[in-house]
Structures are given as structure tokens and as C-alpha cells.
Nanobody, 122 residues
Framework: VQLQASGGGLVQAGGSLRLACAASGIMFSRYDMGWFRQAPGKEREFVAA????????YNEDSVKGRFTISRDNAKNTVFLQMNSLKPEGTAVYYC????????????????WGQGTQVTVSS
């Protein structure tokens, strides 16, 4: 099982980035997926999740209206579109996946990508 996250980088506050997480070795279309982030010295926290069919998704309150999670099951990829980025969004962003994992509890995701760094300058 491999989850490969990409798309991170350095962006000014107010800017946008689109993260992608490509999956292999799993039946991706049957897996719930989530995005989490971890800032230095802090625990990994929930950002967004999407059901395996893509028919249900939700975000953590602080990113609602700015971040959008989506997926393309034909390409085994989940995305996180991040708009209006803030300096407090600086973190390593991780994608997680699992069957029946939908939600904000990171312990429910058995598979994780390596993370991609997002740095938002003020």
C-alpha cells in the first residue's frame, strides 16, 4: 500500500495550493480518505474527509469555505484544494486512507502517505 502526497510548497497568505494524494496497492474506490496536518510541536489534526463514493465530505471548522476535498476514483487520487491560506496553515499535510475510516479520528486510518510541506508566509 502506498499513498503519495504532493503539491505542497511555499505560498503567501491569501494564496492557494492544490494537494494530491495518489494511491496504489489498494482498491482505492472502496476507501474513505482524509487529509490531516501536523504543525511543529503539535499533534496531527483533522482537516477534511471524503467517503469512498465521494458522496459525502466534510471539513474541520477552521477551513470551511476555504478548503475543498475531492476525489477521482478513476485516477486513484484524492485532492485538497486550499484557498485563502493563512500562516497558521503552515504544516506537513498527510493523506490517510481506510475502509470505513470516514471521519476526524486519525486512529481509524490504517494507511498514511509521507506528507507534503505547506508553508504560508505572512
Amino acid at each position: 500500500v502506498q499513498l503519495q502526497a504532493s503539491g505542497g510548497g511555499l505560498v503567501q497568505a491569501g494564496g492557494s495550493l492544490r494537494l494530491a494524494c495518489a494511491a496504489s496497492g489498494i482498491m482505492f474506490s472502496r476507501y474513505d480518505m482524509g487529509w490531516f496536518r501536523q504543525a511543529p510541536g503539535k499533534e496531527r489534526e483533522f482537516v477534511a474527509a471524503i467517503r469512498w463514493l465521494g458522496n459525502s465530505a466534510y471539513n474541520e471548522d477552521s477551513v470551511k469555505g476555504r478548503f475543498t476535498i475531492s476525489r477521482d476514483n478513476a485516477k486513484n487520487t484524492v485532492f485538497l484544494q486550499m484557498n485563502s491560506l493563512k500562516p497558521e496553515g503552515t504544516a506537513v499535510y498527510y493523506c490517510g486512507g481506510g475502509r470505513g475510516s470516514y471521519g476526524a479520528d486519525k486512529s481509524q486510518y490504517p494507511y498514511w502517505g509521507q506528507g507534503t510541506q505547506v508553508t504560508v508566509s505572512s
